[in-house]
């Protein structure tokens, strides 16, 4: 079975805060992506990544960078966390152009 | 550009059966996915559908595809209250690798 896993289910900070949001899958995945999701808007694209070292920016990129240093683990990064920022984040993965695969999602609220 | 539309609410009765549509507006969408999120969880893939097919079965799921006016339906049969969650569809032009286009949800309550 495909596992993705997220560091935190849920995760409080205060604004100013860098927050960093971890990522890992365990099927040697090609693609990794991270969404955010809120009630209404369904959930966005913020960045993803074809491979190692490499990062794309999805619908919603700013105020967010990743990094991609190893195969199995993408990372999200607030610089400077926002109360608008308070959120649900995805992370999924995929091999090539097959089925996206979802972590449990980590709850972030900024204060 | 891509836009995916979904009602936010939907209420069946348990035995009843549910329909979840959806409206996409790029027609060059070639896979069309639904999801199901159960409450505190992540997305799991129900099924998908390729677009050159009208219609899928996978037990008590049918998933309807009119290309033509864009439209994607999930029916659920004999709805139980396990499958209260919500319903995402999503599109993608290339396969489910690269970019999801994902409509904004429906929330399904299964009433006894």
């Known amino acids: 079975d495909v596992k993705v896993t997220q560091s935190s289910r849920y995760l409080v900070k205060r604004t100013g805060e860098k927050v960093f949001l971890e990522c890992v899958q365990d099927?040697?995945?090609?693609?990794m992506f991270w969404y955010r999701q809120d009630p209404g808007l369904g959930l966005r694209l913020i960045y993803f990544?074809?491979?190692?070292?490499?990062?794309e920016k999805g619908d919603i990129p700013e105020g967010y960078s990743v990094s991609r240093e190893k195969k199995e683990r993408f990372s999200l990064i607030l610089e400077s966390a926002s109360t608008n920022q308070t959120s649900m984040y995805l992370c999924?993965?995929?091999?090539?152009?097959?089925?996206?695969?979802f972590g449990p999602g980590t709850r972030l609220t900024v204060l | 550009g891509e836009d995916v539309e979904q009602s936010l609410f939907l209420s069946v009765r348990e035995g009843d059966s549910s329909v979840i549509n959806c409206t996409y507006t790029?027609?060059?969408?070639?896979?069309l996915y639904w999801y199901k999120q159960e409450p505190g969880a992540g997305l799991q893939l129900l099924t998908y559908?390729?677009?050159?097919?009208d219609m899928k079965q996978d037990q008590r799921l049918t998933v309807l595809l009119n290309k033509k006016d864009k439209h994607l339906s999930l029916r659920i049969a004999d709805t139980q209250t396990g499958d209260s969650a919500i319903y995402f569809c999503a599109e993608s032009i290339r396969g489910g690798g690269n970019k999801l286009t994902f409509g904004t949800g429906t929330q399904l309550k299964v009433e006894l």
């Open positions: 559908i390729f677009s050159n097919m």
């Open positions: 790029d027609s060059s969408s070639t896979y």
């Open positions: 990544s074809y491979d190692v070292k490499m990062k």
């Open positions: 999924a993965s995929s091999f090539l152009t097959d089925t996206q695969y």
């Open positions: 099927m040697d995945h090609e693609n």
